[in-house]
């Protein structure tokens, strides 16, 4: 069974850092593009930051400058590097990615969520 798992989440000050990670498990070919949301209370999902397979990231202007996407593909592991964090990044983070199964053509899949809380 191919799966999403993000780890990382949880609570931090404002100003502080967090790291999220979003591993990739089963049998899994290759990994495409792969996407981190959030989704605020009463509020839609949004998209925060993605990378593609060819290492090009792209970035929610509210977060430029303070957040860093990179990929790991021997660990088939995605990072969300997360510095000066504010309350307004409070929100659950979700993972989302392409994968390819063996004799399969791409999917998409998403992680289960890990909760972010900047708070004093």
């Keep these: 069974?191919?799966?999403?798992?993000?780890?990382?989440?949880?609570l931090v000050q404002p100003g502080?850092?967090?790291?999220?990670?979003c591993a990739a498990s089963g049998r899994i070919f290759?990994?495409?593009?792969?996407?981190?949301?959030r989704q605020a209370p009463g509020k839609?999902?949004?998209?925060?930051?993605?990378?593609?397979?060819?290492?090009?990231?792209?970035?929610?202007?509210?977060?430029k400058g303070r957040f860093t996407i990179s990929r790991d593909n021997g660990k088939n592991t995605v990072y969300l590097q997360m510095n000066s964090l504010k309350?307004?990044?409070t929100a659950v983070y979700y993972c989302n990615a392409a994968l390819k199964r063996p004799g399969l053509p791409f999917?998409?899949?998403?992680?289960?969520g890990t909760q972010v809380t900047v708070s004093s």
């Design 30 to 37: 290759s990994i495409g593009a792969v996407a981190w949301y």
């Design 1 to 10: 069974q191919v799966q999403l798992v993000e780890s990382g989440g949880g």
């Design 16 to 21: 502080g850092s967090l790291r999220l990670s």
């Design 87 to 89: 309350p307004e990044d």
């Design 107 to 112: 999917y998409d899949y998403w992680g289960q």
């Design 44 to 63: 839609q999902r949004e998209l925060v930051a993605s990378i593609t397979s060819g290492g090009s990231t792209n970035y929610a202007d509210s977060v």
